[in-house]
Nanobody
Framework: QVQLVERGGGLVQPGGSLRLSCEAY????????MGWYRQALGKQRELVAT???????DYADSVKGRFTISRDNTNNTAHLQMDSLKSEDTGVYYC?????????WGQGTQVTVSS
């Protein structure tokens, strides 16, 4: 069974940084798209950033210039470097991996930005 394991969440002060990782286990699939969505308390899940195998990146306007997504397709691993974090970045971040036919989701990791 495919498992997406997310790591790197935590509590940081405004202006701080976190680095999230998402690694796929139990598969040799080279996912077309990997990335993250986030969900703040009481709000809908929204795109944060995604990256395709051909190098196309998509970022939410709210994180452009602050977040950087990268991936290692050989190891089925993606990373999200989050800098200059703001309180509005707080939420549960869910890793997504897509192989065209199906979307796989990680367990989610809590990111809290607070002073």
């Amino acid at each position: 069974q495919v498992q997406l394991v997310e790591r790197g969440g935590g509590l940081v002060q405004p202006g701080g940084s976190l680095r999230l990782s998402c690694e796929a286990y139990g598969t040799g699939i080279r996912f077309h798209t990997m990335g993250w969505y986030r969900q703040a308390l009481g709000k809908q899940r929204e795109l944060v950033a995604t990256l395709t195998t051909d190098g196309t990146a998509d970022y939410a306007d709210s994180v452009k210039g602050r977040f950087t997504i990268s991936r290692d397709n050989t190891n089925n691993t993606a990373h999200l470097q989050m800098d200059s974090l703001k309180s509005e970045d707080t939420g549960v971040y869910y890793c997504l991996a897509n192989e065209a036919a199906y979307d796989y989701w990680g367990q989610g990791t809590q990111v809290t930005v607070s002073s």
